[in-house]
């Protein structure tokens, strides 16, 4: 076939750069028998009980569609979930809506509230799809970089210093995949009375909030005036190991509840009912599950972070999520000739920081959603890779 | 409970080596908590988990009811202890319920363990009766599922 088909994308498509975690992949597929920590999941499978509800649910043959914001069950279970984790409450009614996954709820609240050429402000190193989202949406992405002298927090200096006029938006996430940094209190006050002084909307993508391993999780939007400027995003896939249900939610202002659900109507429609159904037997009885899992995680995190320091890697601890985010600066290489060296001298799978923004750079994301064994066997095999490239 | 108890109920197989690494501890430390969970009988022993088919196992196990008198000193006491003191006694309970005692009990073939029920425990004065049911397949022991074929899996080597 001709590949001049070319012609016919888009051109703000065409300019998106490729996601520089797929080319990495396309190197790792090649070698199946190295060993993968480049894993953005959990490996652990759905509790059984929350898969059996879904299997309930096909059983008896709940197949259609449902309510465009979700199941009215679901949305009344996920207000009493963030009630009680959250300490905010919304109505199930008009402020709360069932996506797609946090993904889609992310990329519906941009094309709901972006007009061409709007900025929107947010902090690097991040989760690949947050630059594309908003240039997909017409709107012009504003980098914050992060470091690791603020364990990957966000400087309320830095947003102020990357503020420019035309901002609209202000995405955060934490903890933050891939740096598992988060942001305390303090700061998060600072930039909470920043957004109200500069009228910015918040998206607050908090995902991983439930492995949270050190101090309590807080989300801005539980900050005074907040809650009214902030679209708060979460889902189950990583805290109940639902990746493959895709499934999570918004909860926000009605208004803006609504014109999401506007952009889902017409795109998504609804999401699967059947995840829904699962949804909500996570909800109800998923806690002790969860709870189980953050444990090992934890466990596993004092391993790697352990490790890594102990190989000559500085490594941050990381307060949530399932990523280690150490540096690789030492070596002297760059993120991605660290990562291919790995690889094919050692048979060992991390990523690039850069594949996570131009401030990823000098780093690498290695996920400790693995067994205790593969940890200990891929963090030997590093640190005999660091002390080589060192000499 | 032990950081190294919590471990060792995760079910991961590690070595001593492994499990001081994973905890942040010495080797020796490992060893001395193992000691004295040993010593407090806190931790009793280790064994495996087969998969009956694939070992080819042809052991017999059978689930078998029993009834008791109580005594004055003791309750069932002395008799489950009796009984749980064969070697062919693989577990016993006490139960709530129509009968005392649930005794899993195991032998090379079905006239092994039925000489067992006959010979052995009815005979034991203070059995009052037996009811025998023999295991016919396992599905599932101490949290391992048998026979599901483990598939490949789909999930990316690397994601987002």
Not at chain 1, 33 to 56: K, M, N, Y
Not at chain 1, 111 to 117: D, E, K, Q, T, Y
Not at chain 2, 32 to 42: F, H, M, V
Request: charged share 25%; with cysteine.
């Amino acid at each position: 076939m001709a590949d001049d088909s070319q012609r016919f994308v888009a051109d703000h498509v065409v300019s998106l750069p490729r996601s520089g975690i797929r080319d990495f992949f396309a190197i790792v597929a090649a070698m199946p028998q190295a060993i993968s920590l480049g894993i953005g999941e959990p490996d652990f499978v759905t509790p059984w009980h929350i898969r059996e509800a879904a299997i309930f649910a096909l059983e008896k043959g709940k197949t259609s569609y449902t309510d465009n914001l979700g199941l009215i069950r679901l949305r009344r279970e996920i207000n009493t979930y963030v009630e009680h984790n959250f300490e905010l409450s919304y109505n199930p009614d008009n402020e709360i809506l069932v996506a797609v996954g946090v993904s889609e709820a992310l990329d519906i609240a941009l094309r709901a509230v972006l007009n061409p050429g709007d900025k929107v402000l947010y902090h690097e190193p991040c989760y690949v799809s947050y630059s594309p989202s908003i240039l997909l949406a017409h709107a012009q992405p504003i980098a914050i970089g992060t470091s690791a002298e603020d364990q990957f927090g966000i400087n309320p200096d830095a947003v102020e210093a990357a503020w420019e006029p035309g901002c609209k938006v202000l995405m955060l996430n934490f903890p933050t995949n891939p740096t598992g940094g988060v942001t305390e209190r303090a700061k998060l006050e600072r930039i909470a009375k920043f957004a109200i002084e500069k009228d910015l909307l918040v998206i607050s993508d908090e995902i991983y909030s439930e492995l949270t391993f050190e101090g309590e999780h807080t989300s801005i939007a539980t900050l005074p005036g907040m809650q009214e400027r902030t679209i708060f995003l979460h889902g189950f896939s990583k805290a109940f190991a639902m990746t493959g249900f895709r499934i999570g939610y918004a909860c926000g202002p009605a208004p803006l509840i609504e014109a999401m659900m506007k952009v889902h109507q017409y795109s998504m429609l609804c999401a699967p009912i059947l995840s829904q159904e699962a949804a909500i037997e996570a909800l109800k009885n998923g806690g002790p599950a969860v709870a189980k899992m953050k444990e090992q995680y934890h466990r596993r995190r004092d391993l790697i972070v352990r490790r890594f320091n102990e190989s000559g890697l500085t490594c941050h601890l990381p307060k949530g999520s399932f990523y280690a985010f150490p540096s690789i600066q030492s070596t002297g290489m760059s993120s991605m000739d660290f990562c291919r060296g790995l690889l094919t001298e050692e048979e060992v799978a991390i990523v690039p920081g850069t594949a996570f923004g131009p401030s990823g750079a000098g780093f690498a994301r290695a996920s400790f959603s693995t067994s205790y064994e593969r940890i200990i066997e891929a963090t030997d095999r590093i640190e005999r890779y660091v002390d080589k490239v060192r000499k | 409970m032990s950081s190294v108890l919590q471990l060792l109920l995760e079910g991961e197989h590690l070595n001593t080596a492994q499990m001081a690494q994973v905890l942040g501890l010495s080797e020796s430390d490992i060893a001395a908590e193992l000691k004295r969970l040993e010593g407090e009988e806190i931790l009793l022993g280790w064994r495996p988990v087969f998969n009956p088919e694939r070992a080819q196992e042809t052991i017999v196990r059978a689930v078998i009811e029993v009834k008791i008198s109580p005594e004055r000193d003791g309750g069932f006491d002395r008799l489950a202890t009796r009984i749980s003191r064969f070697d062919s006694v693989e577990s016993c309970y006490l139960m709530s319920g129509s009968y005392d005692l649930l005794v899993i009990a195991t032998g090379s073939d079905l006239r092994d363990v039925a000489t067992f029920v006959s010979e052995r425990l009815a005979s034991i004065e203070g059995v009052l009766s037996t009811a025998t049911h023999f295991m016919l397949r396992a599905y599932k022991d101490h949290g391992h599922i048998f026979s599901s074929p483990t598939e490949d899996s789909d999930k990316p080597a690397v994601s987002a």
